[in-house]
């Protein structure tokens, strides 16, 4: 199963970035997915995750009000929108998917990582 991550970019602060993750060989309505990121010389961090039905959404609290997560589970989709982007964003953004019930959010540990794209944004 392989999940594919784009959309990631040099943008300056203030800016919006749009990620896309696809996941052809995936059940894709069968997991909960969600998005990380891992900055130079910090660990990787839970950004947001959606159910599998996008009935709930959750948020790390430093990209709540400023991101948006979405799918589409007709094109095998998940979406992260990023608004009034800051460097503190600057990370590498990876796509992951867990397989739970039908309104969970628990993305911890996922089935399937991505490779990850690179989201740089310039003060």
């Known amino acids: 199963v392989q999940l594919v991550e784009s959309g990631g970019g040099l943008v300056q602060a203030g800016d919006s970035l749009r990620l896309s993750c696809v996941a052809p060989?995936?059940?894709?309505?069968?997991?909960?997915m969600g998005w990380f990121r891992q900055a130079p010389g910090k660990e990787r961090e839970f950004v947001a995750s959606?159910?599998?039905?996008?009935?709930?959404?959750a948020y790390a609290a430093s990209v709540k009000g400023r991101f948006a997560i979405s799918r589409d589970n007709a094109k095998n989709t998940v979406y992260l929108q990023m608004n009034k982007l800051n460097p503190e964003d600057t990370a590498v953004y990876y796509c992951?998917?867990?397989?739970?019930?039908?309104?969970?959010?628990?993305?911890?540990?996922?089935?399937?990582w991505g490779q990850g794209t690179q989201v740089t944004v310039s003060s």
């Open positions: 959606i159910s599998r039905v996008a009935s709930r959404t």
């Open positions: 060989g995936l059940t894709f309505s069968s997991f909960s």
């Open positions: 992951a998917a867990k397989s739970g019930s039908a309104h969970s959010v628990e993305i911890e540990n996922p089935n399937y």
